[in-house]
């Protein structure tokens, strides 16, 4: 017998909201085409933060996909260097945007609101370009440089790694600027559980996926995501938009270092 109170048409509600707060998740996060509205997407965008790190589990099977089909016709280093553009490439290179506008801005010694202002500078400057250069010669060396047999298992972790890294910054800093942003639009009362769930998805992924490299792997996500939160903190007070891009991508190249950690020889 169906017991009599069950609320159905609350429960279909229920579902109806999280499968729009995970379409907003990916039409913010990647370039995919979700082939639905985007006009009420700043209504889930505190409870698209659950579908952060399944967003990037989705980015990571498809750079793995990119992986396999190239690694059939071209030579690993081209592989590697065209696997690093797609990682940046899968969210229209927004997080790298943020990486380049953070180094600007946190590399520039100025004070804290003059830093957020040249945050906001559209144009990039040499610190933001030496920051990209070396984010995609790091991924590029390390992609190269992982076991053929781990590929996969890196790519998923580093991206699921990189959008749980945003949501644990989230769930620990405030947002710095004053007059607001793009980037405080995710706040809200859920931003906390949605770090804990998110954070225990990775621990789940990393188990399943290559469990010899659980404490490597979770150390470098743990010491990247707290030490650049706290550079964060001294520099400007909190995250930014920016800041939560930059993390973002630091994470994914801290992944990647670490699963070509202690393999020389092997």
């Avoid at 082939?35 to 790190?53: C, K, N, P, T, V």
């Avoid at 690093?84 to 945007?97: E, K, M, R, T, Y």
């Avoid at 793009?182 to 949605?194: A, I, N, R, V």
């Amino acid at each position: 017998m169906i017991p009599k109170h069950i609320d159905y048409s609350r429960l279909q509600a229920e579902a109806a909201n999280s499968v729009k707060s995970f379409l907003a998740a990916i039409r913010f996060l990647t370039v995919f085409p979700t082939f639905s509205s985007s006009a009420d997407d700043s209504i889930f965008f505190g409870r698209s933060l659950y579908f952060f790190a399944p967003t990037g589990l989705l980015t990571g099977f498809v750079c793995a996909l990119v992986a396999m089909a190239f690694g059939v016709i071209a030579p690993p280093i081209l592989v590697a260097a065209l696997v690093a553009i797609c990682l940046s490439l899968i969210s229209g290179f927004f997080h790298l945007d943020g990486l380049a506008d953070t180094a600007d801005g946190f590399m520039s010694a100025r004070s804290s609101d003059r830093c957020l202002e040249i945050m906001r500078d559209s144009r990039i400057g040499v610190m933001g370009a030496a920051a990209v250069t070396s984010l995609f010669l790091t991924k590029t060396a390390a992609l190269y440089s992982i076991e053929h047999t781990e590929l996969i298992a890196a790519l998923v972790i580093a991206s699921v790694a990189g959008r749980t890294a945003i949501v644990v910054t989230m769930a620990f800093l405030p947002y710095a600027r004053q007059d607001g942003g793009l980037g405080e639009l995710f706040y809200s009362t859920s931003t906390k559980s949605s770090a804990v769930i998110s954070s225990l998805l990775l621990l789940a992924i990393v188990l399943f996926c290559n469990p010899a490299k659980l404490f490597l792997v979770m150390a470098a996500i743990i010491l990247t995501t707290a030490s650049f939160s706290y550079l964060s903190l001294k520099r400007i007070g909190g995250a930014t938009g920016d800041t939560l891009g930059a993390v973002c991508e630091l994470n994914e190249a801290a992944v990647l270092v670490a699963f070509t950690l202690f393999t020389q020889g092997s």
